[in-house]
Nanobody, 119 residues
Framework: QVQLVESGGGLVQPGGSLRLSCAAS????????MRWDRQAPGKQRELVAG???????NYADSVKGRFTIPRDNAKNTMYLQMNSLKPEDTAVYYC?????????????WGQGTQVTVSS
């Protein structure tokens, strides 16, 4: 079992910044994929940013140039640095990991953290 603990959500004004954290603990063999998704009210969950074990990073077009996904491998922690936030970034943000010695491994989700961008 893997536990994911998210933190860092909250209320921020448009143009502001937030940093989300996702700390993974438990039976971690190899992290194959770490990813942030989000789900806005009335919308489907969507990929925000993700990084593979090979280091490939992907961002949703809507966040490119504004969000980054730094990692601290020693702490098994992934971050989502969000800059120049917009009201349309308002959503519940979920941390996701796929772990295992080989593909496909096992999937785990965090509990979600609310981000609200509003003046």
């Amino acid at each position: 079992q893997v536990q994911l603990v998210e933190s860092g959500g909250g209320l921020v004004q448009p143009g502001g910044s937030l940093r989300l954290s996702c700390a993974a603990s438990g039976s971690i063999l190899d992290i194959l994929v770490m990813r942030w998704d989000r789900q806005a009210p009335g919308k489907q969950r969507e990929l925000v940013a993700g990084v593979s074990s090979g280091g490939t990073v992907n961002y949703a077009d809507s966040v490119k140039g504004r969000f980054t996904i730094p990692r601290d491998n020693a702490k098994n922690t992934m971050y989502l640095q969000m800059n120049s936030l917009k009201p349309e970034d308002t959503a519940v943000y979920y941390c996701y990991v796929r772990v295992g010695s080989s593909w496909p491994g096992d999937e785990y989700w965090g509990q979600g953290t609310q981000v609200t961008v509003s003046s």
